[in-house]
């Protein structure tokens, strides 16, 4: 039986007395390797002086957890650098952010190559491997150069930009052109599908007549939409339950009857924070029949604060919600609880289903899982309502439910807070029904074993011209493992 191996930036070990990692990715590898014998292989979080010679092991489980740690200036480079100060902000369409240095595209290479040699020392044959996100874009490629022919496909957790912004990359044919390499490469929406697809055709490659399937340089490779869901009854059922939790009665308390508008965001320039903000600044102002009504929690685990951006982001957006706490705000009453911490998943889940409204406008996201958590958190009987951006990838699923926004238009959102906050229980249930039955049939197992499906189904790897210099269909074979490789 052929093994499934995971490869992701970082892998979140399981270790005892710690509850696990429950972030999107961590989620969603978890899913895939739920009923799969596999191997979970990335950076450890931990930094050495000199490159690992193996990976370290640990068994939990049905799982290997394969991880290596990274150089500081790998660090720096890799991580720091090219990942998240040039390939974040691009994919992101915040082009005017991102800061190229040829250093920093070295040390990607080179995390890639190196990730590629540890993967060479355990793959066999006849295993699957699914690679994850934008900082491993060229895995696949020094995987192939090593002489691996097995299935390998590849999910970008973030959009995929238009043409022009992806042009803007220095030397993106090495970046994102290396997506030719694998498979089968899946995006968040048919909008990020369109946007590669555009893009592959100007690389030189053509439509076979599947449109989904291309041929580019002597090969093919299969690209298609795989929308990433939430563990959808499991998060239900943790919402039903919390509500006993002394946290959850303490927070219920602390509202006096006030309705609750929630937001729940890493700080970040993409997830449209400040402008939020703005947004309700706009509806205090104009609907004074709600001000000491309605409380605004904004949950914000700082990030990055080593970067400037960010730094810089996180002042202006404190700065912001205070200007509207003192403008608006009262001895009894504060319009914007301001949180820079994270919470469990319990914890979110019950206050999810406490809010009223659930504000989730991101400039621009993947995905955001956010969104479908917090429907999946309501009670069905008097649910909340989802104000969503147009730009979410979770929009294109929960469009006939949710409230759609553009979050550069502050009065467009603060008119949407009101009639989320006004609507008639009918329409809330209706619009509940329609969003719940998507994410229920969409739920993260169904993401996993779609995509895995599509990528066993996949043609037969052929080695592209510019590496061989003819396209020839070879058998899938790799590498011998050396002697002294970890036995996984």
Known sequence: MSRLIVVSNRVAVPEPGRANAAGGLAVAVKAALRERSGIWFGWSGKLSDEPAADPQITKAGNITYAVTDLT???????????????????????????????????????????FAEHISRFLKPDDVVWIHDYHLMPL??????????????????????????IQALPHHREVSGALMHYDLVGLQTENDQH????????LGGRNM??????????????????????????????ARRVGRLDFVRDFKKSLADRSLIIGVDRLDYSKGIKERMDAFEHFLAANEDWCGRVTYLQITPK????????????????????????????????????????YARPALAGLYRVARVGLVTPLRDGMNLVAKEYVAAQDAADPGVLVLSQFAGAAFELADGALLVNPHEAEGVAAALKRALEMPLAERRDRYQRMISVIKANDIDHWANDFLSKLSSSDEYVLPTDLSGTPTVVARRSLRATTNSPRI
């Open 140 to 165: 696949a490629k020094f995987l192939r150069e090593r002489g691996h022919r097995n299935k390998i496909g590849f999910f970008l957790h973030i959009p995929f930009p238009s043409l022009e912004i």
């Open 209 to 238: 007549q599947d449109q989904n399937l291309f041929e580019i340089a002597g090969r093919r490779l299969r690209i298609d939409a795989f929308p990433v869901g939430i563990e959808t009854e499991a998060f239900t059922r943790i």
């Open 303 to 342: 990030s990055r604060s080593e970067v400037r951006e960010y730094a810089e982001m996180e002042r202006a957006t404190s700065e912001k919600a205070g200007s509207v706490n003192g403008d608006y705000g009262d001895a009894i009453w504060t319009p914007i609880r301001y949180v820079n911490r994270s």
């Open 72 to 114: 500081p200036a790998d660090l720096q480079e890799y991580y720091n650098g090219f990942a998240n100060r040039v390939l974040w902000p691009l994919m992101h369409y915040r082009v005017d952010l991102a800061e190229f240095s040829r250093s920093d595209l070295s040390g990607y290479m080179r995390v890639n190559k190196d």
């Open 195 to 202: 946007n590669f697809g555009r893009y592959l055709r100007f």
